[in-house]
C-alpha cells in the first residue's frame, strides 16, 4: 500500500507541469526497508543546483596522465572516445609527457577543452621513458617527435667521433640542437650508461 501511495506522489509530481525555468530532478538519497518492501527516500534539486553539483565533482577529479588509460581519460569533460585515444597515442609515441601543456600538441584538443581540463590532469614525470643518448641508434632518437633528421644526423656523428655526451649543454654548446630544442627535449634525455 505504502509503494502504491508513493508511486501516485512521484507520477503526479511529474505530470503537473511546474515552473520550467527550474526543472526538478529527483535523486535518490537513502533506500529504506520495512516490511518486506523497500522505500526510496528522495529529494528533489533544481537543474542549476543539479550543474552545480556537476561541476563541484569534476572539481575534484585528477587523473595522472602518464599512467591513465584511454577510459580513465572519458572521465574528463570533453574528452571522448577519439581524443582520448590520442592523448594515450602521443604520450606513447612521447614516451611521457613531461607538462600537461603537451597536451596542447594532441591533434583535435582544442584550446577550450585545454583550458577545462588542465587542472583536472596531474603529469609524474618519473613515468617517462628516456632515451640514453650515449647508446640510442637513430630510429630509437627519431622516436621522440621533437628532433629533426639532421639534428639526429649531427648528433650521432658528434657522438661517434667525440664519445660519450655528458650533459644537454654539450650538445647546445656545440651547436647540435638549439635553445628551444633543449628546452623540449631534455627531460626525454639519459646521459648516462
Do not use: H, W
Request: with cysteine.
Amino acid at each position: 500500500m505504502l509503494i502504491i501511495i508513493i508511486a501516485i506522489v512521484v507520477c503526479v509530481r511529474f505530470l503537473i507541469p511546474g515552473n520550467k525555468a527550474s526543472a526538478k530532478y529527483i535523486t535518490i538519497e537513502k533506500e529504506l526497508i520495512s516490511n518486506d518492501s523497500v522505500l526510496y527516500v528522495s529529494t528533489e534539486t533544481t537543474a542549476t543546483s543539479a550543474a552545480q553539483n556537476r561541476t563541484a565533482a569534476t572539481r575534484f577529479l585528477m587523473i595522472e596522465i602518464n599512467s591513465c588509460d584511454s577510459t580513465e581519460l572519458l572521465r574528463l569533460p570533453g574528452i571522448g572516445q577519439v581524443l582520448s585515444a590520442r592523448i594515450v597515442r602521443y604520450r606513447n609515441l612521447l614516451g611521457g609527457y613531461a607538462s600537461k601543456d603537451q597536451l596542447q600538441e594532441v591533434y583535435g584538443l582544442r584550446p577550450e577543452t585545454f583550458n577545462t581540463i588542465k587542472d583536472m590532469v596531474t603529469v609524474d614525470t618519473a613515468l617517462i621513458d628516456k632515451i640514453n643518448i650515449n647508446s640510442a641508434d637513430f630510429r630509437r632518437i627519431a622516436r621522440l617527435p621533437y628532433f629533426e633528421r639532421q639534428e639526429i644526423n649531427d648528433l650521432l656523428i658528434y657522438r661517434n667521433a667525440n664519445g660519450q655526451i655528458r650533459s644537454i649543454n654539450e650538445l647546445l654548446e656545440n651547436n647540435i640542437l638549439s635553445d628551444d630544442k633543449v628546452a623540449k627535449i631534455k627531460p626525454y634525455l639519459n646521459f648516462n650508461d
